[in-house]
């Protein structure tokens, strides 16, 4: 009989050389996890290299990583407790790698942390605290290592806890444990350190099996994702796998964002023994419905008495980039959310947070490697999803940039963009699009209008008169004919914002809110402008013809995005 | 879900993928307990369906239980199987006495590149597993490789949340790894629960099995009276001798699987 046998992911992360191959190294040592192969061929590699025996060795399989003594990529490798089996992620701690630390850290259910005592709190230590947080990873341990540099001393200890602590909880990481380790000893991570005998916490060892599993993606709402749909026999088996919740046959169901309603038929199986009637949160299944209407890949299945997912084209999110080449607004990239995929685009970037400082830039126009932002972004299609805090599978989502994943992120919440840029006196607004660029976008051919910022601008505000693309002169006037406003700019700033019954045209270029010199020359021409537009009202074609000259004071420029 | 459970979700997640994303799929079928495990969990993911060609590649080398095996099973499942076997080299005397390394190069590597330029297949799915050995352990579960199958290991793009690699230049192609997540003893705790039928080869006979299998020459025996699954489960859980200890070419130099897997091999 085979005994049902849990399994934890845990990741272990941290700054370049703190010793993080070393713990797990240890670990596998100490638990006897390894094979005998395994020690051997390091022995020999040691021997050949001429090079002390490192544990860190059993981990870096490759030999660039064993020649420069740092892990280029991700190792899973288990090891087994007495509760359960373990999978450790050893993720890289030097910057260069941060894609892989990553890719190794999203799949974790829990976090070691590990940080050098003698040298304190490093770039990557804080870094990889935050992504943490960003991967909602919430059970973290914190292995302060090295501790026979420093004499195993509590005061020490106490100092980079404190240290640590302190930048964690500024992120929303409350680690459960600081744990005093000497990983190269072997100095509490299976056993008890005797040189220690102040610390009187748990060994890492016994700490991990205190860790409890999430349980509670059972009890959210449905969310089954479409992966396939499959006709190879008599059955029409929509396939896919459940990302939480659970599914009975004769559940009424609704599919986002069609909102179809229809009832589940049958779960589908190929050996007896898989036949079921209910299936759950992590399962990869295969079910038919009543109705065979048209569904495809990336609509969400819902419970019809479940909470419903979002719908939407544009929402606020966390972005870390991983990418060679910056994250810029602009330029088209693919989204790809559970079996969803999408043309998107980054509509704003709200500010651009420094991982290891905390420190954020809110006039950022791109996100570097390695970065990470706070973006709103606006997909081509429609898409379903879920607030990252409700539902972290259908609450994040990747960025692809030409054939590559390039970045990660999660969703805080469905966003309403500005369209424009505003002119504000008071409560009165005049939205504005007559400082957006235009620009031929190389390689896609096409001229496009963007708005390099999303502003208010108040009355006594410098105004960016002169842009890439466009020039206005010192002095002019804004007419918005459809909520009947005039703006007054006198020497590069906003004066005035008025009603326009109160304007008189004063000599100076008249442009219209999004920028198009009017052929207005004095007052009666601006009356004949004005009654045009009144009577002119279901054709705005003729109307724009006559009386604008679009290009007069713009040009196009070459863009690459 | 139990550990099995679970593996066997996201395995059958990741034979769908790869069935949705590429048009030109198959699946490298070596005969072994892992890729028979595989053949079996795309029967699972297609309701008992094999949407795509197996491929065997066939180094004339193999141990022939295997063979028969192999035709049996194909003709049980009605499976579309192509076996290729890189004649040109063969008749040009290749075999391990050449030297392993270049054997594996010209038998599979080679052989395989030749299918797949043959075939012109943008994914092809591999049953390679994290813990056989160090350059496994290091790959993604899409991996990309250049036209002349090459891995680029040391510049791999991040694969996070099951999103996998699906764009990529024309002429590239995915290697697909589903089962990379199991281990040896998850593989035949799976045949067990399933019962899956194996190659005999894996179970003792006078005091001797195969572990892992390749070509007769390379592959050796290891010391077990294991001669049931159950015995196998049991030898496993209490050994501490690497898995592919019997494989010859493994042990050509320190860093030979990353060579080998670097330029294409399995």
């Known amino acids: 009989m085979l005994k049902f046998r849990e399994t934890l992911k845990i990741v272990v992360v941290g700054h370049v050389d703190h010793g993080k191959s070393t713990v797990i190294g240890r670990l596998l040592y100490d638990t006897k996890s390894l094979p005998e192969g395994a020690i051997e061929k390091v022995k020999r590699i040691s021997k050949e290299t001429g090079k002390p025996f490192e544990y860190a060795y059993l981990l870096d399989a490759f030999e660039e990583e064993q020649k420069q003594g740092i892990t280029i990529d991700t190792t899973q490798i288990q090891f087994h407790t007495k509760k359960r089996d373990y999978v450790i992620i050893d993720a890289p701690g030097h910057v260069e790698f941060l894609k892989n630390m990553i890719s190794g850290a999203a799949n974790a259910e829990a976090a070691l942390l590990v940080i050098d005592a003698n040298e304190g709190v490093r770039e990557q230590s804080k870094r990889h605290g935050y992504i943490l947080s960003l991967l909602g990873i919430k059970k973290v341990y914190v292995l302060v290592n090295k501790m026979d540099l420093i004499d195993y001393s509590e005061e020490k200890f106490l100092d980079v806890k404190s240290d640590m602590d302190t930048f964690l909880k500024s992120i929303n990481v409350f680690p459960q444990k600081y744990i005093p380790v000497s990983a190269f000893h072997g100095e509490n991570i299976a056993l008890r350190s005797e040189k220690m005998p102040w610390y009187k916490g748990d060994t890492v060892l016994d700490a991990l099996d205190i860790f409890e599993k999430d349980k509670d993606i059972i009890d959210k709402p449905l969310r089954l994702p479409i992966q396939d749909v499959y006709k190879f026999d008599n059955r029409r088996i929509i396939a896919g796998r459940i990302e939480s919740g659970v599914l009975n046959v004769g559940d009424e169901i609704v599919i986002y964002p069609s909102k179809r309603a229809s009832k589940v038929k049958s779960i589908e199986y190929w050996q007896e023994k898989d036949k079921a009637t209910k299936v759950e949160a992590g399962m990869s299944v295969g079910i038919t419905l009543f109705d065979e209407f048209f569904y495809k890949r990336g609509e969400f299945i819902t419970r019809k008495d479940d909470e419903a997912p979002l719908v939407g084209d544009t929402f606020k999110a966390n972005i870390f980039w991983m990418g060679e080449k910056r994250l810029t607004i602009n330029k088209r990239y693919k989204l790809k959310l559970v079996t969803q995929e999408t043309e998107c685009e980054i509509a704003s970037i709200n500010k651009v947070i420094d991982a290891s400082t905390l420190f954020s830039n809110d006039d950022a126009k791109e996100v570097n490697t390695n970065e990470v932002a706070e973006v709103v972004i606006k997909t081509k299609d429609k898409i379903c999803f879920d607030e990252f805090r409700n539902n972290h599978v259908t609450g994040r989502f990747v960025i692809v940039d030409g054939y590559d994943i390039s970045g990660g992120g999660i969703i805080n919440g469905l966003e309403i963009l500005d369209v424009a840029n505003k002119f504000v006196k008071g409560n009165i607004e005049l939205p504005i699009t007559c400082f957006d660029e235009y620009y031929y976008l190389i390689p896609y051919n096409e001229i496009k209008k963007v708005a390099v910022e999303r502003k208010s601008y108040k009355i006594g505000d410098k105004l960016p008169i002169n842009g890439d693309t466009y020039y206005y002169p010192d002095n002019f006037d804004v007419i918005d004919l459809n909520n009947e406003l005039s703006a007054l700019i006198r020497d590069g700033k906003l004066v005035d914002l008025i009603n326009l019954n109160d304007y008189k045209y004063e000599g100076y270029p008249v442009y219209s809110s999004d920028g198009f010199l009017a052929r207005v020359k004095n007052q009666d021409d601006f009356i004949n402008f004005k009654n045009d537009f009144k009577e002119s009202k279901y054709d705005l074609v003729d109307f724009a013809n006559k009386w604008y000259d679009p290009l007069a004071n713009k040009r196009i420029v070459y863009k690459a995005v | ?266």
């Open chain 2, 1 to 266: 879900m139990d550990r099995l459970d679970m593996l066997e979700a996201q395995s059958i997640y990741i034979l769908r993928e790869a069935y949705k994303s590429f048009g030109k799929l198959g699946m490298l079928w070596s005969i072994g307990k892992d890729s028979t495990v595989m053949l079996w969990l795309a029967k699972k993911a297609f309701f008992g369906h094999c949407p795509f060609p197996f491929i065997h590649i066939d180094t004339t080398y193999k141990i022939p239980e295997m063979i028969r095996f192999r035709d049996k099973i194909a003709k049980e499942y009605n499976l579309d199987l192509i076996v290729y076997t890189n004649w040109d080299a063969i008749n040009n005397g290749m075999g391990p006495e050449k030297g392993r390394l270049v054997c594996c190069k010209a038998l599979k590597t080679d052989a395989l590149q030749h299918v797949i330029d043959k075939y012109k297949f943008e994914g092809l799915i591999v049953g390679v597993r994290r813990d056989e050995e160090g350059s496994r352990s290091k790959e993604r579960i899409f991996s990309e490789r250049n036209k002349e199958s090459e891995w680029n290991y040391t510049n791999q793009p991040p694969e996070l949340w099951d999103q996998f690699k699906t764009d990529f230049p024309k002429g590239n192609h995915i290697r697909v790894h589903p089962i990379l997540n199991w281990t040896e003893l998850d593989i035949w705790e799976y045949i067990k629960r399933e019962n899956i039928p194996v190659v005999d080869l894996y179970f003792a006979k006078n005091g001797k099995r195969y572990r892992s299998l390749g070509c007769a020459q390379c592959t050796g025996q290891i010391d077990s009276n294991a001669s049931t699954v159950d015995e196998i489960i049991e030898e496993l859980k209490h050994t501490n001798i690497n898995e592919r200890a019997g494989r010859a070419q493994d042990k050509e130099d320190a860093y030979a699987m990353q060579k080998l897997r670097k330029d294409g091999y399995m």
